[in-house]
């Protein structure tokens, strides 16, 4: 049985979601639906260095608290490349020479339509003139390059918990040929 719609209306919107609530029938009977939109895809940047060390950013987030990811953010309209590049150099302060698009994944695809596209970044240097107070504005406490295998680590005992950052990883180890 496919879902049907017999009703839909935005119940919230902002510059970066909307919300909308549908009467639906689905594979349970009938209901009611809510469902996030994100307005821009986000990106999300594995920057792995020549030492096979992963760049991770530590910030609090409103809605969980303190958090270990890798470099992220939204497009903001802009080619997904071209965020990327934006978001690694704003909460790091670094740059690459070498970019390989790895994937997309849909944030909570039970309830959002949320669309990420995940980038790998190698050849990286620090920029010449780094902007630290992008990294203040966007809450990051610390940067850190943490071995490959150390990150793999940190998901399996729970210190990252972050699931888009969980499944980045993820995909750059089967790009790079970790999991084999």
Do not use: K
């Amino acid at each position: 049985m496919s879902w049907i719609t017999h009703e839909s209306s935005t119940v919230y919107e902002n510059p970066w979601i909307s919300v909308r609530e549908d009467r639906v029938t689905g594979p349970g009977g009938d209901g009611i639906y809510g469902v996030v939109t994100m307005r821009n895809p986000a990106v999300f940047v594995v920057a792995v260095d020549e030492q096979d060390r992963v760049c991770l950013v530590t910030l609090e987030r409103y809605t969980t608290g303190i958090s270990i990811e890798v470099p992220a953010g939204g497009s903001d309209g802009e080619d997904p490349l071209v965020a990327a590049q934006r978001e690694l150099a704003e909460e790091t302060g670094f740059e690459a020479a070498d970019w390989i698009p790895i994937g997309t994944m849909n944030a909570l695809n039970g309830i959002a339509a949320a669309p990420e596209h995940v980038f790998l970044a190698r050849d990286l240097r620090p920029m010449p003139v780094a902007d630290t107070r992008t990294q203040t504005e966007e809450g990051i406490d610390a940067v850190a390059w943490v071995p490959f295998a150390e990150v793999l680590d940190m998901i399996a005992d729970g210190r990252i918990t972050d699931g888009e950052t969980v499944a980045a990883i993820a995909m750059a180890g089967i790009r790079l040929g970790r999991f084999r």
